[in-house]
């Protein structure tokens, strides 16, 4: 099959489009997908980076191919345990665990990762959901979302905010987005009572105090938001990178409200997503459509931070 590996090492490590043998040994639990598409996170490329800056000219230079969680496609086969997936369901999810590699024209997902997608769903469409949308899902409630309540979204442009704008909405919140100029009608027409301009200052001197304030850039801390958390305020953080990785937790640890996210993929929750789509209530956001051939230029995309939405990569058209 054909699947994308890296070469290279270290910061000039390339994806390139390899044939390999689908080497699948199918657990009792899992199913095989043929994947039609997968989308891009900045957690595939963080990750990856790691590794291969790990990675010698002395040790391997040939990366396992590790790129893609999330996927769409079709089920060619299952184990002998799963339940409610017959071969030939059209199905999307996502599996953090490396073994499930999506970009590649098969993969193999545990059955509790992945649900039926959504009918009125492109495999394109679908592909750009599951790891932002259950970040976005897991976040708010981490948070105690809930009608009524006020939330701060920090970077409700990209990929995880868009849908968690949606997804706030949907549980009727008032919620307010934090993007840059260029997105500012972007983010209303995705729902936002009202947003805020980064670029014009510093907005946290004024913007008032929130229920909840989602952090989804993981630029910010406990401690920088302060004056954005109501008396009872909750901080959520997607905690992906630099002093909110140590801040948030720490915070937590003094008994304040504050939590990073650290999304998880089940099938309750990509089903409630489903419901979601089906309803009309969450739309994909999509940035830019590539190739598989082309994931390197998809995965620069995503690396720029200035998506607006997914990066999605079909595998078969
Ligand atoms: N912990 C977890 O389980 C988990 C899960 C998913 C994601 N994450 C992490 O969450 C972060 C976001 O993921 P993502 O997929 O949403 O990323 P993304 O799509 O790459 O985010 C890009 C968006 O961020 C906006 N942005 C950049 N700087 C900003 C700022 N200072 N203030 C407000 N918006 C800003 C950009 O808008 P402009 O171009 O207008 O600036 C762009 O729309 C990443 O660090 C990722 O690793 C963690």
């Not at 699947?3 to 699948?24: D, N, Q, R």
């Not at 043929?34 to 000219?57: C, G, I």
Request: hydrophobic share 40%.
């Amino acid at each position: 099959m054909k699947a994308i590996a890296t070469a290279g090492w270290g910061p000039k490590t390339k994806l390139v489009l390899s044939e390999m043998p689908a080497p699948f040994s199918l657990g009792d639990e899992d199913v095989l997908v043929e994947v039609h598409a997968a989308s891009v996170n900045p957690k595939d490329w963080k990750l990856n980076y790691h590794l291969a800056m790990a990675a010698t000219p002395l040790g391997t230079r040939r990366l396992p191919p590790l790129f893609g969680d999330d996927l769409a496609g079709v089920v060619v086969d299952k184990g002998t345990r799963v339940q409610g997936l017959d071969v030939g369901d059209e199905v999307y999810g996502m599996d953090m665990r490396l073994r499930t590699a999506s970009l590649a024209e098969q993969a193999v997902i545990n059955q509790q990762r992945v649900a039926k997608k959504p009918k009125s769903l492109s495999f394109t469409e679908a592909a750009s959901l599951p790891l932002a949308a259950l970040t976005a899902l897991q976040g708010l409630r981490k948070g105690g979302a809930e009608q009524g309540k006020t939330v701060l979204i920090i970077g409700a442009s990209g990929g995880v905010g868009s849908l968690a704008v949606q997804i706030a909405k949907y549980l009727g919140m008032q919620v307010t987005g934090v993007c840059s100029t260029r997105n500012l009608e972007f983010v209303k027409q995705l729902g936002a009572d009202a947003v805020i301009d980064y670029t014009q200052g510093d907005y946290r001197k004024s913007a008032g105090a929130f229920d909840i304030v989602y952090d989804v850039t993981s630029y910010e801390t406990p401690l920088t938001c302060k004056v954005l958390l109501g008396e009872n305020g909750h901080f959520i953080s997607t905690g992906g990178q630099g002093l909110s990785m140590v801040a948030t937790p720490l915070y937590r640890l003094l008994g304040k409200k504050a939590n990073s996210v650290v999304v998880e993929s089940y099938r309750e929750d990509l089903g409630y997503l489903t419901e979601l789509v089906e309803l009309g209530a969450l739309h994909p956001v999509i940035d830019s459509v590539y190739s598989l051939v082309d994931s390197d230029a998809a995965y620069a995309r995503n690396r720029s931070g200035r998506c607006r939405g997914k990066v999605v990569i079909e595998i078969r058209s």
